[in-house]
């Protein structure tokens, strides 16, 4: 079902006719609600507003002369409640042709009754709905409070958003209104920034370059994230390389995030392929997923070591020849490193104990901070190691 939220405001002179323009279709009312309803063709009206919002004027037209004295008092006393509008309910159904509700909120002045607003909105719609928004004559805060509403239902109930609407008057153009729902496409970007700084993956950008119709990219992004994912990192840089070289679409939502995508991608424009797992291990150390980060870190120690070998990386047999000569040739202390952390690394993939003569392998897995500390020492110390 789709959903129009229109919110009421109050205005000392009362609300003008107005003619605007909705996408070059142009409309005439006091009350730009209504004539949104039109176009859209909502079958849900919500019409939200205070105990103060000027109901008797949205009213005047539906209501009885006894109806709109009681609301003109209760408007005056900032009293009216959704009881008192209830009787111009059929008539409002009648008139805009869809089924109407109103809600009375308080004027979102702390967070308290700003949460009851969001709260309010979301038990008036069912999940898988779709919305539009229009903030025209609310308060001035309430079209953030709007924003942060799209947002909420859209995970909490899986709502899509249609439009936000703003009717903005003696424009250069006349009275547009104004579309604000690109705001949520831009939270989307910066979203995906967030989950990539929380897990290195790309793949959440995936579906924002699909969504502004460059699939090709996308494609690119959602390999790499696969064989990055999955420790293949030589086809990961083969596949973030091609992204490079991608001529993509003059859209400026992609022109303001892609130098952002860029500088998280750069590494495969190098062959230190070690300094990228280093990079991986660090991001998910920080965030506990010490299995991936014990993994990483190995791996990129042999990396690190079949490069100065001048193996091949992707190839099994030269990291393991790499691994030979360079552990033979380690100083005591950094054999015991090297060992310690295959040694963890054995255990959390395998879900094994370390053998009773390893205690520091032992002491490592006996709490979080203690093997936190011992892989930030791992590491420290693969970014420090040369080969001899």
Known sequence: ??????????????????????????????????????????????????????????????????????????????????????????????????????????????????????????????????????????????????????????????????????????????????????????????????????NGSYHEFAGLFRREQASEAAECLENAAFYENTNQIHQARGKLDSFHHLVLPDNPLIGLFKPELDKRTGWAKHNDYARRQLENAKLHLDKGDYLRATVLAYEAWLSKMTYAYKGDMANYHDREQAENHFTAKMSAAQKADFDCLNHIRNALAHGTQPGRNNRRVQAALKDSETLRRELSDAVRTIGQWQPD
Not at 15 to 41: P, R
Not at 93 to 108: L, M, P
Not at 170 to 184: K, R
């Open 1 to 198: 079902m789709h959903t129009l939220i229109s919110f009421l405001g109050f205005a000392q002179k009362g609300y003008v006719e107005t003619e605007y323009d909705f996408n070059g279709e142009k409309f005439k009312t006091k009350f730009i609600g209504a004539g949104l309803t039109q176009i859209l063709q909502p079958q849900q009206l919500l019409l939200v507003g205070t105990a103060g919002s000027m109901w008797d004027v949205l009213l005047q037209d539906v209501a009885n002369d006894k109806d709109i004295t009681a609301l003109m008092d209760a408007v005056e006393k900032k009293a009216v409640t959704e009881a008192l509008l209830q009787p111009c309910l059929p008539k409002m159904r009648e008139k805009f042709g869809c089924e109407v509700k109103f809600i009375i909120i308080e004027y979102a002045r702390t967070e308290a009754e700003q949460i009851s607003l969001l709260q309010r909105i979301a038990d008036e719609l069912n999940e898988n709905d779709s919305i539009s928004i229009d903030v025209t004559h609310s308060f001035r805060h309430l079209p953030m409070l709007a924003l942060v509403a799209s947002r909420f239902l859209g995970k909490v109930k899986n709502i899509a958003t249609r439009h936000i609407c703003y009717g903005a008057l003696n424009m250069p153009d006349g009275n547009p209104v104004i579309e604000l729902s690109g705001m949520l496409k831009m939270l989307d970007w910066v979203d995906a920034l967030a989950v990539y700084n929380h």
